[in-house]
């Protein structure tokens, strides 16, 4: 078996009975083929929606996303990094916007850590460019799959332009189409499958702050914004033409609602008071409320997610959740890297035992990736213009710095530690919340800390932990 400049092995090329199928094309779906094809299978892709570099992502999917080293480590397994790294923005902290437009910092890690903005649609066309230079892959987009046939092994397709309906073998099929996965929904109708979905009761809305003269950026450009309203909150992602995308995560009914604002002098007067220092930057605002939708937020938890050998579900086909941790996209593009890991494990000739493996393994950490998503919500959405939780996140950067590799904070196990699982860092991280809610009361100021009876139930508890 040789191996790629990439450190991939390479299998022998011998032709297959049917190519593997991929179905979907956005970010988990081009990456797995990516991995697919470098392993030496030829890959058939069928994605729903037409080609977004010809005619741009539709259903309002321009949301920035967040990409940290469990993402970059799914890249760097196909050697595509540096290709990312062009459309993205490093972010080292988060910037917290008041009612009064004063601002306080918290970094995401240490010195020089950082997560990347990257806008979904230039990160979909860049990978798409990437498997179409791919000889083993032929990518069809406007197909949507009406039927699967699971003991036949077959695909129902329908053409959307044309309506043209037709059937195409598979050897082996991966669901990567997404949180409304049609694949999902025929595994679902087998025996013993659990699946359920959780709604949150706030919508989000897209909208932008506009670059300034010449490209500029009118807030710290690497850096993601934060306006926490208690009840709601917008956040702002650098793009690389200057401007922001922002989105607005607001509840769809109630006094402050998406409800209450039906027209655009409510709008106006609602951000003018809400949002006072972006309403400047925010030149369209009435317009982009009305005219882009609003979309919803759902958990999705479905199990197995094999049937047989022979379908796979990854991202969020399995494991739909909240965008508040900024780990979606990075839990699908590890699922991408774990599946590789164990085809190196236990190669091609056994898929049963890979999937096997995969769903076992895979599932505990979104689970965990779940609730970590909805409690980093809540904790934006309250807590981090809160002075009592900006204290506490120093007094944790200290205890990091006292017990360095004994006491890592949270963010930096989920965000910045590939090699720790979710379920690990989520663990982990409730050990240590309970430590500071028992430290919390001691301490008024940053001061405090040094303050004997702080430190020895720092000192209890680190020995107790370790």
């Known amino acids: 078996m040789e191996s790629t ?7 022998p090329l011998e032709p ?12 988990v779906g081009s990456l797995l083929t ?19 570099r010809r005619q741009g992502l539709l259903g309002g999917r321009s949301i920035n996303l967040a990409l940290s080293d469990r993402g970059w480590r799914g890249l760097a397994g196909v050697g595509v990094v540096e290709d990312i790294r062009q459309v993205g923005i490093p972010m080292y902290r988060r910037v917290m916007h008041d009612g009064q437009g004063q601002l306080t910092f918290q970094p995401y890690g240490q010195e020089n850590q950082a997560i990347y903005s990257i806008n979904r649609g230039s990160l979909n066309c860049t990978l798409l460019d990437l498997v179409e230079q791919e000889p083993r892959v032929q990518i069809t987009f406007g197909q949507k ?27 082996r099929l991966f669901g990567a189409d997404g949180a409304f996965s049609a694949v999902r929904s025929a595994l679902q109708r087998t025996d013993r499958t659990d699946y359920s979905q959780q709604y949150l009761e706030y919508g989000y809305k897209e909208l932008t702050i506009a670059a300034g003269e010449g490209g ?54 609602f951000f003018q008071a809400t949002f006072p220092d972006a309403v400047p930057l925010m030149p369209q605002l009435t317009d982009e409320f009305f005219d882009h939708p609003t979309g919803s937020l759902v958990t999705i938890r479905c199990f197995p997610w094999a049937y047989h050998d022979t379908v796979l579900l990854l991202g969020d086909a399995a494991h739909a959740i909240l965008p508040f941790y900024g780990q979606g996209m990075n839990a699908g593009f590890e699922d991408c890297t774990v599946l590789n890991q164990l085809l190196e494990q236990y190669g091609e000739a056994n898929w049963d ?19 970590l998503a909805l409690y980093n919500f809540v904790e934006m959405r309250d807590r981090v213009a809160d002075p009592r939780f900006l204290l506490q996140k120093r007094l944790e950067s200290k205890i990091a710095t006292q017990y360095p590799g004994q006491w890592v904070p949270l963010y930096s196990r989920v965000t910045f530690s590939p090699d720790t699982s979710y379920a690990d860092a989520w663990a982990a991280g409730q050990r240590q919340e309970a430590i500071m809610a028992r430290l919390m009361p001691l301490v008024e100021t940053e001061a405090d800390y040094d303050k004997p009876e702080a430190q020895e139930l720092v000192r209890q508890a680190m020995a107790a932990t370790s």
């Open 5 to 11: 400049d990439l450190g991939i092995p390479t299998p």
């Open 16 to 27: 297959q009975a049917e190519p593997l199928v991929v179905m979907g094309g956005g970010l």
């Open 34 to 52: 990516l991995y697919l094809a470098r392993r030496g299978h030829p890959v058939q892709v069928f994605e729903r929606l037409p080609d977004p």
């Open 145 to 171: 799959l009406t039927q699967l046939d699971l003991p036949g092994r077959r695909l129902h397709l329908q053409d959307v332009a044309s309506r043209r309906e037709y059937e195409v073998a598979y050897e």
């Open 216 to 269: 500029s950026w009118q807030l710290e450009k690497n850096a993601l914004h934060i306006w926490p309203r208690g009840n709601f909150l917008m956040i702002a992602l650098p793009n690389l033409d200057g401007s922001f995308n922002a989105t607005l995560f607001f509840p769809y009914e109630g006094d402050k609602s998406f409800a209450a604002l039906q027209t655009p002098a409510e709008v106006a007067e």
């Open 353 to 371: 035992k890979v999937m096997d493996e995969f769903e076992h393994q895979r599932k505990p950490n979104t689970d965990a990736m779940a609730d």
